[in-house]
């Protein structure tokens, strides 16, 4: 509970420097607004499903994730 505080602490200061200098402005917060749902959504269903599943089962398909992500780059790389 510490770290989370922590992390908030610090994430709840850096917004408000990045706003005193500029950096977030009214379009930030839409976008952020906007994609805040898929995110909680994300979260949701990762928190379900991590929970429901075994521990090898996690980590082959925590495994296949970065493998499918660098095919997708790898592609996108040749073909543009």
Do not use: Y
């Not at 977030?24 to 929970?51: A, D």
Request: glycine share 10%; no cysteine; net charge positive.
């Amino acid at each position: 509970m510490l770290r989370l505080s922590l992390f908030l602490g610090t994430d709840v200061l850096a917004f408000f420097v990045s706003l005193a200098h500029g950096l977030v402005t009214v379009k930030t917060g839409v976008l952020g607004g906007i994609f805040l749902v898929p995110l909680l959504l994300g979260v949701s269903l990762g928190n379900r499903f991590f929970r429901q599943s075994e521990a090898d089962a996690f980590r082959r398909k925590v495994l296949i994730l970065p493998m499918l992500l660098a095919v997708a780059t790898l592609i996108r790389s040749v073909w543009g």
